[in-house]
């Protein structure tokens, strides 16, 4: 599986909008670029996903660089409750690989400030 | 509401006594599977089922058995469980789409 880069943490206050940074240099044509969160003491949850352009939903935004070697996640607004570790996954395309399996790394841990 | 459950939450036991952890999905999703975390290694990929009766490894499936009679179960069994499988363990779900759904977790402490 192709290797991602995050910072073990960042720190942002409430309100702000938070870039979160992954590199992948070694990503290949048909690898997607997933982001999932983990909320304290919860199962990690699904928040966007791209393959070359950017991506916008209710929750983020996801910027992809034009070589495709990193990426930045986009909270535009953060609240407390946006307090959680960020993983930046890469997954084959094509669903059926290995039933969807999903390689987290250690994320970075995102702190918010009242 | 759409949702992934496991049952229990939280479980203690000793070396050797069989054990499982149930999980049901409710979004008649096709793909299962079944993961543990731990500190430094992040979530690590046990089984995964594509649908009734099909499952396969994953990355660190031993010590560890699955079944998928029913498309919206995949318990997960420990035959004889052992220190080294404490662990924080997730059951997720996928259907055609590309999103995963977690459950909530079941911490699992062998003395």
């Known amino acids: 599986d192709a290797k991602t880069t995050q910072p073990n943490s960042m720190e942002s206050n409430e309100e702000e909008p938070v870039h979160l940074p992954c590199n992948h240099s070694?990503?290949?044509?048909?690898?997607?670029i997933h982001w999932y969160r983990q909320l304290p003491s919860q199962g990690p949850e699904y928040v966007i996903h791209g393959l070359t352009s950017n991506v916008n939903n209710r929750m983020a935004s996801l910027a992809i660089a034009e070589d495709r070697k990193s990426s930045t996640l986009i909270l535009h607004r953060a609240t407390l409750r946006d307090a959680a570790v960020y993983y930046c996954i890469l997954r084959e395309g094509g669903v059926e690989t290995s039933g969807s399996r999903l390689t987290f790394g250690e994320g970075t841990q995102l702190t918010v400030n009242p | 509401e759409a949702q992934v459950t496991q049952n229990p939450r939280y479980l203690i036991t000793v070396t050797g006594k069989k054990l499982t952890v149930t999980c049901s999905q409710n979004?008649?999703?096709?793909?299962m599977s079944w993961y543990r975390q731990d500190p430094g290694l992040g979530l690590r990929q046990i089984y995964y089922?594509?649908?009734?009766?099909?499952?396969d490894k994953g990355d660190v499936p031993e010590g560890y058995k699955v079944s998928r009679k029913e498309k919206r179960n995949f318990p997960l069994i420990l035959e004889s469980p052992s220190p080294n499988q404490t662990s924080l363990y997730f059951c997720?779900?996928?259907?055609?789409?590309?999103?995963?759904?977690f459950g909530p977790g079941t911490r699992l402490t062998v003395t």
């Open positions: 089922s594509m649908n009734v009766e099909v499952t």
């Open positions: 070694t990503i290949s044509g048909t690898d997607y």
């Open positions: 979004m008649n999703h096709e793909y």
């Open positions: 997720a779900s996928r259907g055609l789409g590309y999103e995963q759904y």
